[in-house]
């Protein structure tokens, strides 16, 4: 098969773990038969840079072309540390979703048996997790009204959401519940939020839709002590924009590194595979970050838009291969164990495919 990706690598970190994604693909795709074509184009800090927007034109004419997106991470520390920047990277990010119309950020999160005492969380607590958080990724109190008054003295940021909104992520919530072990929770703040109170009572009236499915409405401040205190309770999770942001940065904790975390945000137009973490901005250009979360994206790439399963197994399994063999990178890297470079890390995925 023959495939055009966009490939978006953004700041930081991102051509880094970007690169090892793309010659782990590459080996992949020889060993299997395809060719891939990779579409560069700018986003973020980078975009603003060259072309003064963070999103532009041409790279949304190319990922809308592509039969896939692979994004690495936007953001900067010129902007971090301006609140008053009038342009920022992570507008190129909202955008992006928005005009692409990636509406659902699937978040798996699961452990590898060989790290998990890497985490610090206790082994008894955390073995065998494995879940997946549905991000509704293009609405919410990202996308509201927001601003200033008062002479910059008040700010504020409305939180939005339709009834449709809710249904299309809500229904590939049960649709994946389904093909796992038929549970749901609904994070949400229904006790004080009149979205969240939008969220549960769409969610409970398309119950009756998948009778086989148990769905559980839960807070998501209770979600974020249970998360960590008994992750293995979940399996699938719906929730809002923002709650989705925060708790599956909390769960990466449970996997052992941020570093490891891959997603794939799934919509209207085309899709994108993207690690969840950012640009990491302390350890640019180091070659230190670690690629799997990116490289793990990847595979979810293959699988999911190409359809491609076998090709998505052997990169999961030449990465369970290297974590067993502790070819890691430093945040991975125990006491008195080697850590390897993100570039080390690659050359061994691809040795070993
Ligand atoms: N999707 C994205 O592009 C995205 C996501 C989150 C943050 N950001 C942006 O990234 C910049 C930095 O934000 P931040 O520091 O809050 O989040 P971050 O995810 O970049 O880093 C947080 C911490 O996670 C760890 N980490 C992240 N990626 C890692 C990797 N590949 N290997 C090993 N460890 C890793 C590091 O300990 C790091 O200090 C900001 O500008 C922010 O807006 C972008
Ligand atoms: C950079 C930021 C806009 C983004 C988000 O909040 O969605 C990031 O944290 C993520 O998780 O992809
Ligand atoms: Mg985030």
Redesign the pocket.
């Known amino acids: 098969m023959k495939f055009n990706i966009a490939l978006l690598a ?1 700041d ?2 991102g051509p880094e ?1 970007i690169n090892e994604a793309v010659k782990v693909s590459d080996a992949i795709a020889k060993k299997f038969n395809h060719e891939i074509t990779w579409t560069p184009a700018l986003t973020g800090a980078c975009a603003i840079d060259a072309v003064g927007v963070p999103y532009p034109d041409e790279t949304h004419d190319i990922c809308m072309k592509a039969d896939a997106v692979l994004f690495g ?4 520390p010129k ?2 540390n301006d609140p008053s920047a009038p342009v920022r ?2 507008q190129g ?1 909202l955008l992006m979703r928005k005009k692409l119309g990636l509406f659902a950020n699937v978040r798996p999160t699961f452990t590898f048996p060989s790290l998990i005492d890497n985490s610090p969380l206790k082994r008894e607590r955390i073995e065998g997790t494995d879940l997946v958080f549905l991000r509704e990724l293009t609405g919410g109190i990202y996308f509201g009204e927001k601003g200033r008054k008062d002479d910059g003295e008040t700010a504020f940021d409305n939180c939005v959401y339709t009834r449709a909104e809710v249904q299309r992520l809500a229904k590939k919530g049960f649709e994946l519940a389904m093909t796992r072990s038929k549970k749901l929770c609904c994070v949400d703040k229904a006790n004080v939020l009149e979205t969240s109170r939008l969220w549960r009572e769409t969610v409970q009236a398309m119950e009756k839709d998948y009778p086989e499915v148990t769905v559980s409405y839960e807070f998501v401040d209770a979600v974020a002590m249970r998360l960590v205190q008994w992750p293995n309770s979940y399996d699938v999770l719906i929730t809002e924009n923002l709650f989705g942001d925060i708790l599956t940065d909390e769960a990466s904790v449970i996997s052992g ?3 490891l975390m891959p997603s794939a945000s799934v919509g209207v137009h085309t899709s994108l595979y ?2 969840i ?6 350890a640019t250009g180091l070659n230190i ?2 690629p799997l ?1 990116t490289i793990l994206s990847a595979a979810m790439m293959f699988e999911d838009a190409f359809g491609l399963k076998d090709e998505a197994e052997a990169i999961r399994a030449v990465v369970n291969k290297s974590l067993e063999q502790g070819i890691v ?1 430093e ?1 991975l890297a125990t006491k008195g164990s080697k850590a390897y470079k993100t570039s080390e890390v690659g050359d061994w995925l691809v040795e070993n495919l």
């Open positions: 953004g930081g970190i773990v991470a936007i953001g900067h902007y971090d990277p992570e990010l590194s941020m570093g993207e690690p973490h950012g640009s990491y901005p302390q970050a670690n979360a990178t945040d």
